[in-house]
């Protein structure tokens, strides 16, 4: 989990000291024991530096056993502002956060650094199953995926957006078991990619998801309903012998919902493809009522 | 609301003669009756193109009385598709959605064209409330404002993020309204204005929101809890007299309250900052103990 | 062309009042009689708002006969600036350009709504050729286009970055025709699409670039060398007849080339990838040494 | 500098190991060496990776003396790519560069990682010098950055495109200096900051520019006019002492002059605005005319 609190100093030169303070391997040590001293489980893992002028955000980062970590990480960033302030006395500390995080907003440093857990989950899909479960093939899937997913959100200045609905999966488990659903901004951000194998007979399918942020204990885990969700999946509350693998093994289920969701949808979206395709000249809107949920209904969306 | 399928052609050249037809005026009103015919109150507003290559992207944008509306677009794009494929028969319909809509993903197109409903909400702070109610100035709000909201997101490479929790309030009051929380990817994109007015003393705090995706009917607008949420708010179901006026007031509570929730996560922020400077030779844990809360408590981010 | 003017109201109101007046179709006329009285060639083609706040930023688009047209779309905007100011007297002008425009700026909003000229170039490749002149065969280079200029740029939070090296085709003729080599930045904006067709084959490619800026009158096309070449493409000066169709091919022979490059390139590293393939367990670093200039020589990137 | 090469697995499993063993910093000596033996100058700094599904993408990047190091860097991931087969003989190297890299594209990864050389450069300019030589003041300079360069280009859906015109003078320099005009893409990437100091009388002036990617030998930097510029400017060739100094010593001068350019155009804007306000009800044609060049004339642009 991260936290970018944001100083300014008097000068870039100032802010630009700092950084090189922090990004020096040598004092790693002392930084992570200052971080650490108000947790048990919270054990800082890196700090990466940006500067706009003289103004630096500072993101840290720490595992956090099985919470989704965010007290935990905020608590010793405040350790590590309140003792760089005696070297640093012209530090002015503008916000505990910084937006370099970055909490609850979709942004291009949790796609490419990740935050909370990072998760690839991947299946292969056999010709048959393509074929007789999912009424498509191979070939329609792997091109729909291409225009839609990679080139259709290209086209739409998509940021991490690379999916087809990703983000009703993680919304669906995030309240399911108590998680934050603010933060699904940045929890369902997902690539989806379609590949054939096997001589183009089989279907490679995975889903790659760098910023999920669960945990099994706090917040809203402790709720009953979440709590015994929780519990149906083996991941309830705190892992004692391996502390933080109960949320790992969450964030996998997490990933793995999706990529069965991003299946599900696109095999329909194909199929759809292919049945008018081969209904050109002989459709009925009676077929169509069928395919298409009523006005009022809870929609089924991508 | 919008819907965008994706169509593919055997050429480029192709792919622009559909679009230039979509795009000429003269053939609106055609487009639009086939489109509104499955709804009363879905109206088609306009039809935008994008291309990649010989596949085209058509997002089509529609009014939707007070449903959130996306089966309603959904259902006149499926007209306008198969009254399109007769004139244009090597039309090759890849999928209903190829994510220039686009739904439930991080993406440029609703930042800069609107999904659902646009909403800026604005308020003056008198001087002495910035004081005595939110313990801070009005020259360290915007200050702040600058550092984090816009330069901080701007360095972490935000799209749409430039505030500082609108998550949190949009997820709150869709999941307490009975929308899809899954929405609030797009529907959160919010860029927070604070600035100094009346000679610097008083405060314009804004929230700008061009992707309000909310509805009064359909979905889960009526469960019970939810439906008595909407109910309170004076909002419940279909205006008889005003058609999508229920949906329009729905979305700016759901500014104004993220324009609230603005204003105190950033105030707190500042407040700390200041009393950080104030205290910065006679810091005590017990002070920093009461403003961070406890390591598995519910957090309070940012 | 397009400039966007920022302007600052006393609220949002007014600033949402001026939106709905710039965006009414009954205003169009009179607003592009002012737009157009500066310039033969400058006319109105429309104004797109934006809004943070009580900031409002108005994006006028307009034709500019085969100038490029920075000037004649300032001029037409400084005229509607002096004309609002009549009728809102409060509005503050903050400055001519407020980069909603966005000029030699990486912006979604060139990719999605385009600036200059809009262009799709495609060719079909046949197998022998792909085969016995790219050294490659179709699937490989589908493949590659995918992993690469889709995924790969996908992954790297690329915002119109979907190409291999559009941005040296753009900026070797733009230097050559003398048109502005800082405008790179957004007309390299490209999608690259390598696809199968005629059953697997032959290759369809395209590159689609929604924001080529170039004109043949004007600024860097006066100068003799740069003359010279306009003059070969037979594009040479304004053309009389048919105003702006100068410009617009060089705009096409600008995608055209990006076209040609990255078909070359694209082979050339997939054959590549075949090659060392293939010689898996037979390389040796002499070849290698072929294949990658010396460390001084001018690169040849990618 | 940074290249990132895009290899394919059979499995995402796969693709993890290999991400795995190339961030085990135990590994980092072996790789270093592999890296290093084609070149006197490039040293492998580090690798960063990035998955999609069971492609992995490496992006390593390394300092390369006073060369600006694309082919350095080459050479230097061939290396490695040769010595990882053997271990890792299911990778399939799809190519060389597979856009996490990134070059000549607009993306995130350099913006937020850098590429090339990073320099902050910022001055004080003194009250007195903003109102008698830049004909403003400090309020409207800073109103009118937070307005264009920061709301203006975030609205925009800005990518490091947060400045007035920073690319119009790296595509100066990088002409004069010989260097490479197509990555004016990445190299321009700018936030211009610019804050009120000294209890509001000064203003500080910063621009943050993370990409400059240039270099003192090889390339057009052997070209005569270009030699000379580079000999004018105290960077020629390379530097026998301090390898490298020159080619960050030429990045610095791109950084201050990028920042003169921004304070001049703010400056022109600003006092433009003042002007006008002043003007409302007196404005001539004529004042008008002086302020904009004329239709034909080379665009002062921004």
Known sequence: MTRAPAVRFPSARRAAELKAFLEDPANFDTLAM???RSSRFGRLQGVKCAIAGRNLYMRFSCSTGDAMGMNMVSKGVQNVLDYLQADFPDMDVISISGNFCSDKKSAA???????????????????????KVLKTNVQALVELNVIKNLAGSAVAGALGGFNAH???????????????????VESSQCITM????????????????PSIEVGTVGGGTQLASQSACLDLLGVKGANRESPGSNA??????VAGAVLAGELSLISAQAAGHLVKSHMKYNRSSKDMSKTLAE???KPKKC
């Open 194 to 209: 379609l590949e054939a194998i096997n001589d183009g007979k089989d279907l490679h399918i995975s889903v790659t998801m």
């Open 34 to 36: 200052v971080f650490n």
């Open 109 to 131: 440093v949790n796609w490419i650094d990740g935050r909370g857990k990072s998760v690839v989950c991947e299946a292969v899909i056999k010709e048959e199953v393509v074929k």
């Open 295 to 297: 006005e009022t209904d």
């Open 248 to 253: 790992r093994l969450l964030a996998t289920v």
């Open 166 to 184: 990703a983000s009703n999966i993680v919304a669906a488990i995030f309240i399911a078991t108590g998680q934050d659903p603010a933060q699904n």
